[in-house]
């Protein structure tokens, strides 16, 4: 498929392929219609970058569900992991099948944070399904159901993840050269 830009200099690796991330997709799609038949299914995914994994998973999954939103923003400073709400769910997730949809986990403390706030809200069941995971980088442990990649240590753009918000909407991922990211 054509992509709205050819990889440059800005790019020094193709980490995962559309290809690839598209077989994910139905592969993880079919998994989740498997195992949440006849539930009151949400997903719920956190703006802006889950967007993308969220169309289309959601589409890959053979169940009547429903969709929800939420956006965070971190604190500035001392308080790594702490964020703060500013964009609520529409909906009330009590007794309601949550899965949150992730376009990345690297530390896992947002993740952990999203994920205490939903708990309180007292859904039946609260699940993770993360596209890319990159799981060296942990420092909080977290319940991931479902996972499309894990990926190496490194600052990756396209579907969905973003770098000074440009290049969410590559189809594929791929490793930001150093001299542009700086890291
Ligand atoms: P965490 O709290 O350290 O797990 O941070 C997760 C968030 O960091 C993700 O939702 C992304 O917004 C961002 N992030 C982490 N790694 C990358 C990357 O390689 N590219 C783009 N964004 C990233």
Redesign the pocket.
């Known amino acids: 498929m054509a992509t709205p830009f050819a990889p440059s200099e800005l790019f020094s690796r193709l980490v995962v392929t559309e290809d690839d991330i598209q077989r994910r997709v139905g592969e993880l799609g079919a998994a989740i219609a498997v195992d949440h038949r006849a539930s009151d299914l949400r997903l719920v995914t ?1 703006l802006r ?1 889950g967007v993308f994994f969220l169309a289309d998973l959601c589409r890959a999954i053979d169940l009547p569900l429903q969709v929800d939103f939420l956006a965070v923003s971190s604190y500035a400073g001392d308080a790594p ?1 702490r964020v703060r709400v500013v964009k609520d769910l529409d909906d009330a997730i009590a007794g309601a099948n949550v899965i949150v949809v ?10 952990n944070y999203i994920l205490n706030n939903l708990r309180a809200r007292q859904p039946a069941t609260l699940e993770v399904c993360t596209m890319f995971d ?1 799981d060296i980088r942990r420092i909080v442990d977290l319940p991931i159901t479902y996972r499309g990649f894990s990926i190496p240590d ?4 396209g579907y969905g ?2 770098h000074a918000g440009r290049f969410r909407n590559l189809g594929y991922i791929a490793e930001m050269s150093r001299e542009v990211t700086g890291l």
């Open positions: 956190v970058g992991g992730e376009d990345i986990i690297d530390t896992g403390l947002t993740l990159k490194r600052y990756v753009v993840l973003d």
